[in-house]
């Protein structure tokens, strides 16, 4: 079992898993440091971190601002020194209604902030972690980086280069002593999933979700993935034969709508 945690920071933590895991982490003589883009909804969470006992400070910044990132936490890594970090932000697109295609603007988008925004969250505290040789990262990615989904490449390929970037990462860290949770969730509800017109098989609530997650950090997992039945079927269509997983895919319909 992982020791506790006294300084985390979790970006995305305006809504949705994010705010959950702020939540659940919150407690007397824990720091947290929490980052997400609306201001209201990151204050909100801050509140009830801080009403379990929490000490909190929250940014309002883009985690695709590699600079302003990287001051921030650097700043709050000095005065805290993080043995936690959570790589949550996340946002989703697809194809465009009737369309063939997703724009490229949307696939940029998604990478920028799925993956770039990963190694703007993790790189800039891993000096200290590793000095220290202490501390966790975990990167939340998705189901959708096991095997790509029709109508939604770029959130697909931005997961899979998170998961891939955590798989990376935490061979090479085993020796410094920071260990690597790699998170692949399949649908739970949140702000993300309301924008989502088709199934949602094994659908969890976000509580549960981020008690799922919450879990399998402080138990030192290096993967959390779930629910079963979902991860089995994309891994099965990862390795079937192209033309089988390609068929089992293409009946999957669905839509993201725009944010």
Known sequence: ?????????????????????????AGPEVVLGLIGRDRERLAATAERCRSEGAAVEAAAIDVTEASAMADWLTAFDRS????????????????????????????????????????????PLLPGMCERKRGRVAIIASVAALRGLPYSPG???????????????????????????????????????????????????????????KRGIDRGRSRIDFPLPLVLGMRFCDLAPAVLGDAIMRRFHFRIRAA
Request: net charge positive.
């Open 155 to 213: 959130y697909c390929a931005s997961k899979a280069g998170a998961r891939a970037y955590g798989e990376a990462l935490r061979p090479l860290l085993r020796e410094q002593g920071v260990g690597v949770s790699v998170v692949c969730p399949g649908f739970f509800t949140s702000r993300m999933t309301d924008r989502w017109e088709g199934p949602t098989p094994f659908l969890y609530s976000g509580e549960r979700a981020a008690r799922r997650v």
């Open 80 to 123: 805290h020194p993080v043995d936690l970090v959570i790589a949550n932000a996340g946002t989703s697109a697809g194809t465009d209604p009737g369309a063939a295609f997703e724009p490229a603007a949307a696939t940029s988008r998604q990478i920028a902030v799925n993956l770039l925004g990963v190694v703007n969250t993790v790189a």
């Open 1 to 25: 079992m992982q020791a506790p945690f006294r300084a985390a920071v979790i970006t995305g933590a305006s809504s949705g898993l994010g705010a959950s895991l702020a939540v659940a982490y």
